[in-house]
Nanobody, 127 residues
């Protein structure tokens, strides 16, 4: 049974930073694509970032604008999202997701490509 557990959310002032973490279990982590999504209050969930299993391919939503960095460690089964220059519009529940991958170089941006999701970690950015 695949399990994803996020952590690292919290309250931060605008311009500040947070580092989200997600640990995966019950899966061969090395052959997976990992993604981060977010859902703001009253809005639909949206894609934030994705990373291939080799870490060679990473993709970000346009609104990230160079502020976020996704990374992963095969040995510890973790994926991180380093978020800098946070804005109140970044306030949301952040979810990590996992997908099987046939290639070490692919990433996914659609929710439907992911098979398992964590419960989320809440990020609140105050102005």
């Amino acid at each position: 049974q695949v399990q994803l557990v996020e952590s690292g959310g919290g309250l931060v002032q605008a311009g500040g930073s947070l580092r989200l973490s997600c640990v995966a279990s019950g899966v061969t982590f090395s052959k997976t694509v990992m993604g981060w999504f977010r859902q703001a209050p009253g809005k639909e969930r949206e894609f934030v970032s994705s990373i291939s299993w080799s870490s060679s391919a990473r993709y970000y939503a346009d609104f990230v604008k160079g502020r976020f960095t996704i990374s992963r460690d095969i040995n510890t089964h973790r994926v991180w999202l380093q978020m800098n220059s946070l804005d109140p519009e970044d306030t949301a529940n952040y979810f990590c997701a996992i997908a099987s991958a046939s290639s070490p170089y692919v990433y996914y941006v659609r929710e439907g490509d992911y098979s398992s999701w964590g419960q989320g970690t809440v990020v609140t950015v105050s102005s």
